[in-house]
């Protein structure tokens, strides 16, 4: 266990993480974690990062929008370079 002290810091208060705790759970100046307060305890844990919402969620935003709102197909020009697809049948 790792003693730290309180400060005010503005109009709130904060604690300080020593480099040791940082290292140990993969944190970094500047970034988000979450924090929950659960039976009295406060819990930090490191925020996954989500590079896209589950499929579950995407088609269900795609049935709430429906068909009608399905966006345009945009004509991007030829093919040029590496980006080509040959599409066999």
């Known amino acids: 266990m790792t003693k730290v002290t309180i400060s005010r810091w503005g109009n709130s208060s904060a604690i300080r993480l020593p480099k ?17 307060v659960k039976d009295g305890r406060a819990i930090i844990e490191k925020k996954r990062l989500q590079l ?34 040959y599409d066999h049948d």
Do not use: H, I, Y
Request: no cysteine; proline share 8%.
């Open 20 to 36: 040791a705790v940082m290292d140990e759970l993969g944190l970094a100046d500047g970034q988000t974690v979450d924090l929950t």
């Open 52 to 85: 896209a919402p589950p499929l579950e969620e995407m088609v269900a935003e795609m049935n709430r929008l429906g068909w009608e709102n399905e966006p345009e197909t945009v004509d991007w020009g030829p093919d040029v370079g590496s980006e080509r697809f």
